[in-house]
């Protein structure tokens, strides 16, 4: 069983971002059992820590991607279990080439643009079992996009708003239901999204109304940018 005391001093440490909001997915976790969660984003572990309260006691197995987990096994590693498995990958390449069993939550936390998120939902959603979640920090910037490459890049919720096909923008959101999602926003710390999907017939119409052939185009670009700036 996770030390409570030790994971809540590891979350207040200044360098993890999941502020509040980690005691809400903690409290979604911990009432979930034989579940499978995955974390796309690792960093230092913080979301995987979280997700892994209860793991063994409940039977739920927990997993990450990355490109590097450096972090993770200086910081965060300590507290998952020993089945924890680390996917050193790319998020949208690892949806792409999933084969195994799907996921009752995967938490979404990479780089935080719009065209990475959707790129990510498009092979990801194809994952997630009935009535599962998909969780997206740091859907609550304030200020205007990044700029990337000389483009200014729409952040997270203009993903979230644009997938689900929401009445307004999430940000505007407390909580949101209709025949095939249940979401719900919360603002603080750089904002956390959950978003339980109903049917999973639903995810044909999400991936309706958006061009995605420009959606990996710039993503693409994106990622060049990103991991080759020179």
């Given at each position: 069983m996770?030390n409570l005391?030790?994971?809540r001093?590891?979350i207040?440490?200044?360098?993890?971002d999941?502020?509040v909001?980690?005691?809400?997915?903690?409290?979604?976790v911990?009432?979930m059992?034989?579940?499978r969660?995955?974390?796309?984003?690792?960093?230092?572990?913080?979301?995987?820590?979280?997700?892994s309260?209860?793991?063994?006691?409940?039977?739920?197995?927990v997993?990450g991607?990355?490109?590097?987990?450096?972090?993770?096994?200086?910081?965060?590693a300590?507290?998952?279990?020993?089945?924890?498995?680390?996917?050193m990958?790319?998020?949208?390449?690892l949806g792409?080439?999933?084969?195994?069993?799907?996921f009752?939550?995967?938490?979404?936390?990479?780089?935080?643009t719009?065209?990475?998120?959707?790129?990510?939902?498009?092979?990801w959603?194809?994952?997630?079992?009935?009535?599962?979640?998909?969780?997206?920090h740091?859907?609550?910037?304030t200020?205007?996009?990044?700029?990337?490459?000389?483009?200014?890049?729409?952040?997270?919720?203009?993903?979230?708003?644009?997938?689900?096909?929401?009445?307004?923008?999430?940000r505007?959101?407390?909580?949101?239901?209709?025949?095939?999602?249940?979401?719900?926003?919360?603002?603080?710390?750089?904002?956390?999204?959950?978003?339980?999907?109903?049917?999973?017939?639903a995810?044909?119409r999400?991936?309706?109304?958006?061009?995605?052939?420009?959606?990996?185009?710039?993503?693409?670009?994106?990622?060049?940018?990103h991991?080759?700036?020179d």
């Amino acid at each position: 069983m996770t030390n409570l005391t030790e994971l809540r001093n590891f979350i207040n440490e200044p360098h993890c971002d999941l502020g509040v909001n980690a005691w809400v997915l903690a409290d979604l976790v911990k009432g979930m059992k034989n579940a499978r969660f995955i974390d796309l984003g690792v960093r230092l572990g913080a979301s995987s820590a979280i997700m892994s309260i209860n793991a063994e006691d409940n039977n739920n197995k927990v997993c990450g991607c990355d490109l590097m987990f450096d972090g993770f096994q200086k910081q965060g590693a300590r507290f998952v279990n020993e089945d924890y498995t680390c996917y050193m990958a790319d998020s949208v390449t690892l949806g792409k080439d999933w084969d195994e069993d799907p996921f009752d939550i995967i938490f979404v936390d990479t780089i935080h643009t719009r065209e990475q998120v959707l790129a990510e939902l498009y092979f990801w959603t194809n994952h997630l079992k009935e009535g599962g979640y998909l969780i997206f920090h740091d859907s609550h910037w304030t200020g205007p996009g990044d700029t990337i490459g000389d483009k200014k890049w729409e952040r997270v919720d203009v993903a979230i708003t644009d997938f689900f096909n929401l009445p307004k923008s999430v940000r505007e959101i407390d909580v949101y239901e209709d025949d095939d999602v249940i979401v719900e926003h919360h603002e603080p710390s750089f904002g956390m999204t959950f978003v339980k999907v109903k049917t999973l017939d639903a995810i044909a119409r999400f991936k309706e109304g958006i061009d995605w052939d420009k959606v990996f185009e710039d993503r693409n670009f994106l990622n060049n940018v990103h991991f080759n700036p020179d």
